[in-house]
């Protein structure tokens, strides 16, 4: 019987981090945008005074010793802030490789995080979903989750370096 531990993520899980970053975005048919190197994710979670994230990882403790991937899933998140209630949690990814669904570990890791928001004193947790991935909005339904873009109407924009130097070479200010 495999076990698995839920645990908080060190600098030496970056690697296979990075490799599961891409797994998800290869799921997401978004793999093109992922830049994200080793050594960054390293810097900004562990080498930093104040880390600019928080990662659980899901460990295979079976494959310690064996050929097997070691880190099974991970769920990374940030904090932000809320201007009507506060610091609030972000889940920017949360994956369990294609092979290990389906015993329990998303559910597992999922509610680590929700712990982990509580015991931070969170207002909130926010995440993001493809429109297309109903298993994973089905998943976060259950949990009991509201669809903003469907309640109230936001929707999500993002500026890119070439906006934000475009607006900087105008500002005459
Ligand atoms: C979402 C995800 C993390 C869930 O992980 P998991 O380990 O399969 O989760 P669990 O085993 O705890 O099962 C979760 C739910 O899926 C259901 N489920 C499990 N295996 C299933 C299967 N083969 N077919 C259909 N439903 C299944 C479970 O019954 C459970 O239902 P519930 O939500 O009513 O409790 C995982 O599917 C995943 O990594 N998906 C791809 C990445 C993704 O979409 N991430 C979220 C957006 S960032």
Known sequence: MAAFRVRAAEAGDCEEIVRMIRELA????????????VEVLRRDGFEESSPLYKCLVVENEEEKQAAGPRLVGYALSFFTYSTWEGRSLYLEDLYI?????????????????????LALGCARLQLSVLDWNQSAISFYR????????????????????EDLRRMKANNTG
């Not at 092979?99 to 712990?115: D, T």
């Open 26 to 37: 290869e799921y997401e048919k978004l793999s093109d945008q992922v830049k994200i190197t």
């Open 97 to 117: 490789m294609p092979e290990y669904r389906g015993r329990g570990l998303g559910s597992r890791m999922f509610a680590a995080v929700a712990e982990f928001c």
């Open 142 to 161: 259950s949990r009991g989750a509201r669809d903003l873009s469907q309640e109230e109407g936001w929707r999500l924009f993002r500026f890119l370096p």
